[in-house]
């Protein structure tokens, strides 16, 4: 059989590796015992499987291939903060962030290669949307990561706000979130993982329904509409996001995130933190209020510093917990809105 048409196992479920077997194979323990091997002893072949029967490899290499993401490059930022460009099998890039912590890493992984959002300060969206990832791809940039890595052992959060929309890519991000969680796969605890939208409203009901992680959900789709569209659809569109998070499960004493990017000029008025605190009025919450971070082909400005806190004052003031941070890795192009996949920026001007 020629390669190409294999599964690859990584993108598989227990219960699809199953149903993929022959029913003589699928009572033993070996498929549970052959994604462990996959994700927690990180094997690259089925010839590395030593404690799987040899006659279950045999099958299963007729079934089955391990495929991975490529490390490309790794740049490494001032303040340490890991930039790693991957390869997928079809030639595109991506990008995953390494984040540092007191005594451990965060890594922020990428859900689609490109984004067709169109958040208009954003570099990962300035091309449009080139294809969602699979689950092997999502996973894979955390295995290759613990595997290739001196701080993957340390990685002990997750964040899916690298490039793309993760919750336009459903189908794909539940089942590596599956593999992210599950006893078989990397074994996070779903605490530990958080899943950055820019306000998907129907899929964040779903993702409720379906999940229970940590979410984090972008506040500038709303207040960056001014411009575009009419007043009485933008009005139906907010509330149906902000019900929409009022409802999404947080069970004990986790709250909900809510993202603000500033930008001189655009946002970071007064008026506008009336009218974050007004939008948010009995949503148990706290805000994470991020300065734009400049690139070259950027026309948004970062605001100052003294602005940045006008604004967080005035959210605290309406009993907001409300903190101001810091993007890590802005010099090699690693903060937040600026991965694009490729080594450098390249040409073209993205203006307010
Ligand atoms: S901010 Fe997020 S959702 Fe918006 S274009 Fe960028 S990657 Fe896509």
Redesign the pocket.
Known sequence: MPEQKLSNLSNLSLEEIEILLPASAKKSIEPGRSLKWLYQRRAVSFEEMTNLAKDFRMKLARLARIGLPEIEAVQTSGDTTKKILFRLEDGLFIESVLIPGKSHWTVCIST?A??????R??????DGLKRNLLPSEITGQITMLQQTLPEGPDIKNIVL?????PL?NYQNVLKAIEIMTSDYGLGFSNRKITL???GLAPMIRQLGDDICINLAV?L??LTMKKKRTDARQQKISSESLLAACRDYPMPGRRMLTFEY?LMAGVNDSPADAEKVARLLKGIRCKLNLIAFNEYPVSSFKTPSPETIETFQQMLIRHHYTAMIRTSKGSDILAA??Q?SGCKTATEGEITP
Do not use: H
């Open positions: 689609q490109g984004c067709g959002m169109g958040c300060f954003c570099l990962t969206g300035r706000m690298g490039m793309g929309e336009a950055s939208t820019c972008s500038n789709a990017i937040c809105g991965l």
